[in-house]
């Protein structure tokens, strides 16, 4: 920590004299200022020398408990989830919770749950501790509906400031449906949100829900992958991709029509060019409005028109008809063509998906023609059940025309269907830059040559961040590099750009899924950039888009307050004050900036923080965080 403390807001914000006074040298592990505070009243003190985790960082992971088999016990009916059970038995088990670590750095004391685990450290150094929320009653998922689907939406959107990532824990049943919904429910989404579950309970001797819950929190811990995603047997998926196939296979899970995210392999391979990317400047919030009135409709040889009329009758809104092959129905059945054509009429919103696992619908056949003439529209390569829940999200949204709404429909709004992508492919050797450099090096092969582009691109990105060079940005996403990606301290062209204010760059980067989450080395943010080097522009568009402190540097910014209160700087103030900051916020010593201002006679300072204190109205109104996080 001490080589971290001088020209980040994080590390300006860390407490030295903590240390000095209580006379106890740091342990390696990177803990929160106000942790070290709580850990200096901690009986286990003592045992700090036992910590010995190399210099690591610490993120937080809400795992939301759903129900699902990964939670069941054998009752007199079969499998049913166990209430009150799993928190305790992840407790025992080492390769999920670190009690050791937990109790020297007094992590019970301090978050005040007792819900509260951590992982022993990642490869990648970093600690994950993670808090359980458990429902209550524990599902089947069998037995969840929409309703389930808003409550674990509004439970995330509750939580969101205060957790990098999230965990659904979820029967297998219909997570495949109820990660669909979440892709659409989430809005602008920034941050990870896993879904996984198990075959085997996490009680019994063999299971796979251990492998899946570790694996789902080192992800949503460690990586910005800001997708509704699930995660299942060494596999993270894309959420509104993915199909059960197999009834008792660990490998229960398929995404058809789109590789996997990441793998777990020796590492995690994360694949970075199929990650989906944001391209607003809005802030997160979750829709829980759905249509019931939807459903899903298999054809099958010899279906009579009368099931079909009986089907499409109010208070259906929306059908998603599963057809033969590349999108198929029988061109010879007017009685069935006209029931469909009935019913688009009437405002039925009738979307074609195939019943192929994988695929898409075309109109290469006559049979395929004739449904595009009822007014069917055609599905793509969606999932029978993302194209469900896109079909209650969008029919949902009545501020809409049903023309709007079928237009949405026909958009890829979270990567649940492929676009057409003919003609589109960027080609990596259109590069004369990386082409020149490939060849000085003699390589030739597509692979090696992504190689070097990757290698070298972040650098260069930022490189073009600093100066304010838009074209050249352009100019490197053209060659099909990820603006996303950080340089070797993990500072993005959004952290540079933030630094250096320059704000059409920064809404660029952002209208080309940059992330506002993204942490380099020191745990700073490009919010934590912006604010250090005052560039209020950059600030408040960055909180438009969702940009916020964490709690810990909420709390530490309590002293910097007081500090820039003491020597007079209403600027400085200002600044934090947009960026969401609480300027009722205690310094270390307990006293707040106001008091600090009056000691030191700063009266307009005192005014100032007395008006933004009593306006209601201000701009980043400041967020009250209490010792506990929302969900308590
Ligand atoms: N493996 C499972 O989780 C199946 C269980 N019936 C469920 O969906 O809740």
Redesign the pocket.
Known sequence: MAECSTNTLGRALSHPTLIETNDVSPPSVQLHPSRWRKLSSCSSLENLEKVTSPCGSESRVLVINT????G?TLHDTG?A?KANALVENLRKLPILHDELYAHQTCLYEYYKLENTLVLPPSKLNKRIIYTILEYSPL??????TTEDWGRIGKDIEKNYENFDGFVIL??????AYTASALSFMCEHLGKPIVLT????PIYELRNDGRDNLLGALLIAGQFVIPEVCLYFYNKLYRGNRVTKVD?SSFN?FNSPNLPPLATAEVDFKINWDTVWRANTTAKFQVRTELNRNVGLLRLFPGITASTVRAFLQPPMQGVVLETYGSGNAPDNRPDLLEELSKATDNGVIIVNCTQCLRGTVSASYATGRVLMDAGLLAGGDMTPEAALSKLSYVLAKKELTLDAQKKMMAQNLRGEMSADLEGAKLCLSDSRFIQVIAKSLSVSCKEELEAIRDALTPSLACAAAKIGDTEALVALKEMGSDLRLGDFDGRTPLHIAACEGHLRLVQYLLNQGASVHAKDRYGDTPLCNAVRFRHKDVVRLLRKTGAHFSREQLEEAGSELCSLAASGDKEGLDIWRIAGADLTRPGYDGKTAIEVAQAAGNKDVVEVLNSCMNSKTMNGAAIEFTAKPALL
């Open positions: 129900g699902g088999t990964i069941m499998y989830p599902l089947d998922s069998s037995n969840m979820h029967g297998t049943d219909t997570m579950g198990s075959q085997v009834a229960a």
